[in-house]
């Protein structure tokens, strides 16, 4: 048996990208979760009940692994009644992890905003919605990009281990193809390319949207 075995690689590529669509799907479904509620989460009032309630929830997600957190919602809460697809655990499982962890990114941007630029905003009768709009938002994204992109890209690399509750991303489609044929060089490979390529459009992709927002609050 060759080392490599190109026609064998090329006839796997559909059901390798099969799963990269799944990983993508994945990625960006917990993405858009994380952004919400760490958003959530990062206006959270200063102090009371909610607030330490708030923090409390976020410091347990921070503190446990990711793991343990998608075993307890796809094995756990179906006990309480609570059933989902394992693609939809996942999602939403990447998405309270990353979120707890994006609520701090979130709150260190609006509060690099000077506490003056909102107290002149007061003066000048603007309300809380505009305020934040107008003013604490477009001074807050620049800073918050660049974590906000490397949570992407890890979000993208932690996807694999969605396999454990059977979500076919590509890399457990990979590990199918090579119990099936015993050829396990070709199928890693390319799932290792197609995660290097995405990964390093991501960040590109994350560069090319600091530059925009560098010149938009200019």
């Known amino acids: ?21 799944v990983t993508i799907a994945a990625t960006f479904g917990g993405f858009a979760a994380a952004m919400v509620i760490g958003l959530i989460f ?12 708030v923090i409390g929830f976020v ?17 756990v809460l179906p006990n309480w009644g609570i059933v989902m697809s394992a693609w939809l655990t996942g999602v939403l499982a990447l998405g309270l992890h990353y979120g707890c962890y994006i609520s701090e990114v979130f709150r260190a941007g609006f509060e690099s905003v000077p506490q003056g630029q909102r107290e ?18 477009p001074q807050a994204l620049l800073p918050i990009v660049p974590a906000l992109g490397n949570y992407l890209i890890g979000m993208f690399k932690e996807t694999p281990i969605l396999f454990v509750i059977s979500v076919h991303e590509m890399l457990s489609v990979a590990k199918l193809i090579g119990s099936e044929t015993f ?3 070709e199928p890693y490979t390319i799932v290792g390319a197609i995660f290097l ?3 390093l459009s991501a960040a590109a992709l994350v560069q090319q949207v600091e530059r925009w927002l560098g010149r938009w609050t200019r």
Do not use: K
């Not at 060759?2 to 099969?18: E, K, Y």
């Not at 410091?59 to 796809?74: A, D, K, M």
């Open 1 to 21: 048996m060759s080392f490599w075995d190109t026609d064998f690689a090329i006839s796997i590529i559909p059901q390798i990208l099969g799963g990269a669509r």
């Open 42 to 53: 990062a206006c959270r009032p200063r102090r009371g009940v909610i607030a330490w309630a």
């Open 59 to 75: 410091e347990s997600i921070r503190s446990t692994p990711l793991l343990v957190q998608i075993f307890f919602l796809y094995y």
């Open 120 to 137: 002149a905003s007061v003066a000048l009768n603007l309300g809380r919605y505009h305020t934040f709009r107008d003013i604490v938002l």
């Open 183 to 185: 050829r396990y060089t």
């Open 197 to 199: 390529v995405l990964s």
